[in-house]
């Protein structure tokens, strides 16, 4: 089965500075990888994914992710945070053709922009 | 365009209590999903439904079924309320399974006293 690790329940950030949040996950293969953000009291929001290909994928909002096969991993950046990028953000990990048919989330990384 | 809509919002029930959540999506999409999300522990599978007429369990299923009652509707129901399933509740869903985006629903606040 795959899991998925976010190692930083929270991080702080000024505004206007750069941000990587880092997602680690465990699978046999190459799975299909998602980053969601959650603002609070809302439902979750895709920003974006990974299914195969150029291994650095842009999202909405203007953050951006890369798949590295050797590490294991598929953090999230952002140039230039802005206060409403304050949220909870989600690694998620779905297994192409099998398994449970959800994602597997990883615990949520909270995000505090400092002004 | 709705989206995916759940009903209620917030509910608090006795332990022992029964009630169902209903959830419905307006994307003609197959697959729809249960989850739950408690502090610290991310969003966890309960059911899903991969296509009408057909349900599986998730990682959590013990104390809930559920009822894919077309294409659009996929209900949650707690026979008996405990009060470690105080949580809040979405409900999720996708046109390909995990290839696919999966599009939530705004959650249901659910208390068990």
């Known amino acids: 089965a795959q899991s998925v690790t976010q190692p930083d329940i929270h991080i702080t950030v000024s505004e206007g500075a750069s941000l990587e949040l880092r997602c680690n996950y465990s699978?046999?293969?190459?799975?299909?990888l998602f980053w969601y953000v959650q603002s609070p009291g809302q439902g979750l929001q895709l920003l974006l994914k990974?299914?195969?290909?150029?291994?650095l994928v842009q999202g909405i909002k203007g953050f951006e992710a890369e798949f590295k096969r050797s590490q294991s991993s598929f953090n999230l950046r952002k140039p230039s945070v802005h206060w409403s990028d304050a949220a909870e953000y989600f690694c998620?990990?779905?297994?192409?053709?099998?398994?449970?048919?959800?994602?597997?989330f990883g615990k949520g990384t909270h995000l505090i922009i400092q002004p | 365009n709705a989206g995916v809509t759940q009903t209620p919002k917030f509910q608090v029930l006795k332990t022992g209590q029964s009630m169902t959540l209903q959830c419905a999506q307006d994307?003609?999409?197959?697959?729809m999903y249960w989850y739950r999300q408690d502090p610290g522990m991310g969003l966890r599978l309960i059911y899903y439904?991969?296509?009408?007429?057909?349900?599986d369990k998730g990682e959590v299923p013990n104390g809930y079924n559920v009822s894919r009652l077309n294409k659009r509707e996929f209900s949650l129901r707690l026979e008996s309320a405990a009060p470690s399933q105080t949580s809040v509740y979405f409900c999720?869903?996708?046109?390909?399974?995990?290839?696919?985006?999966?599009?939530f629903g705004p959650g249901t606040r659910l208390t068990v006293t």
């Open positions: 998620a990990v779905g297994a192409p053709g099998g398994g449970a048919d959800g994602l597997t």
């Open positions: 699978y046999g293969a190459t799975p299909y």
């Open positions: 439904s991969a296509s009408e007429g057909t349900t």
């Open positions: 994307m003609n999409h197959n697959s």
């Open positions: 990974y299914f195969s290909g150029d291994t």
């Open positions: 999720a869903s996708s046109e390909f399974g995990p290839a696919g985006e999966q599009y």
